[in-house]
């Protein structure tokens, strides 16, 4: 008979938020607004003005990469690796370190085994097998991984130089002045915190249903809270093994005055999602069967291509109208049925401000 293991319980979730700033996840964010300045209209004045201080080699790179994984998004997880989210420098040290295969694992959204990353670098397996067993990229994906597979330490060379020159002739004094700001909203939101329960508060973030949720019920030992000036429509979670990240919109608590205009993005991003045909039935697919199967599955079941199928995935995501939660090598999709019906509410709201 095995000796009786005694499992040590975790506090409850209101004690494992730790709140931190981090200049690392602010900066990548804000290379994907630069690629992708239409989706973010709040920031329209400051794309235009950095965009014109980008190097030919900057620009270029940033189509490169930030088209890429997902605009960029797979990137960032690469920080969820590094612990000093203050120490920029710091952390491209760190990228620089990184073996081949663990710098090509993270844009694949760390779900192959490490070694399988590997064994396709040493010849012993392709990439389309690994895609193949990678259920958070696509086939059609392929061609995006094939330059980081063909070159992947000059790949990582340029990504850095990338990285590197934007924080030291761009990035470092912009955050320089979101310093005070994101300082405001911990203070801010540590007060509400402290006033009222746990999924009330991440509610008020902005934290669909099905995440908060997960929160609750899952045992990782640190929930980290960190604000952003860039990450205004919902916020964005990465996980690890030992943490959850949540980037939410620095204004949350430290601009009130500004909700108003904020209930009526709000309501345009979910009108905008759902102003779709395909979207809607993709959704209404989604909601009808909880096991609702790969970008593969679906592009068969709707009878559109996966890029297609991808490519409605993502705006949803992004308008907060479906989540994802990966269970081993597969994601499944959650329909946020509150942040539906809070389209009435955001007008109502903006109309009575």
């Known amino acids: 008979m095995p000796p009786l293991q005694i499992m040590e319980a975790l506090p409850p979730p209101q004690e494992r938020i730790r709140f931190r700033t981090s200049p690392v996840y602010e900066m990548m964010i804000s290379l994907h607004v630069l690629r992708y300045p239409d989706e973010y209209p709040a920031s329209a004045d400051w794309v235009q003005r950095v965009r014109q201080g980008l190097t030919p080699d900057q620009t270029d790179a940033l189509e490169f990469f930030y088209t890429r994984f997902y605009g960029g998004m797979g990137l960032a997880e690469i920080a969820e690796g590094y612990a ?37 670098l040493a010849g012993q397996d392709t990439l389309a097998n690994l895609i193949a067993r990678n259920d958070y990229i696509t086939a059609e994906q392929m061609p995006e991984f094939e330059p980081l597979f063909a070159d992947p330490a000059g790949s990582r060379e340029r990504l850095l130089a990338l990285w590197r020159s934007y924080w030291q002739a761009i990035f470092a004094a912009e955050c320089a002045r979101y310093r005070a700001g994101w300082e405001q909203s911990i203070t801010a939101a540590q007060a509400r915190l402290s006033q009222t329960d746990v999924e009330v508060f991440l509610e008020d973030l902005g934290v669909c249903s099905s995440s908060r949720q997960f929160l609750v019920d899952n045992d990782m030992p640190e929930i980290w809270l ?65 096991h609702n199967g790969t970008v593969a599955e679906l592009a068969e079941v709707l009878g559109i291509s996966q890029p297609t199928v991808s490519r409605h995935l993502r705006i949803l995501r992004e308008a907060g109208v479906l989540s994802e939660q990966r269970v081993g090598n597969r994601v499944y999709h959650t329909v946020n049925l509150d942040r539906i019906a809070s389209l009435s509410d955001s007008l109502l709201s903006f109309l009575q401000e």
């Open 84 to 120: 000093d989210h203050d120490d920029v420098d710091g952390f491209l040290r760190y990228v620089e370190a990184l073996g081949d295969a663990e710098f090509l694992w993270y844009p694949l959204g760390r779900v192959n085994p490490l070694a399988e990353v590997a064994a396709v």
């Open 226 to 290: 960190v604000p952003s000036y860039f990450r205004d429509t919902r916020p964005l979670s990465f996980y690890s093994d030992d943490r959850m990240t949540i980037l939410y919109d620095a204004r949350t608590y430290a601009r009130r005055h500004v909700m108003s205009e904020r209930m009526l993005n709000e309501a345009l991003t979910v009108s905008k999602a759902l102003n779709d045909g395909t979207r809607l039935r993709l959704l209404g697919h989604i909601y009808r069967d909880e």
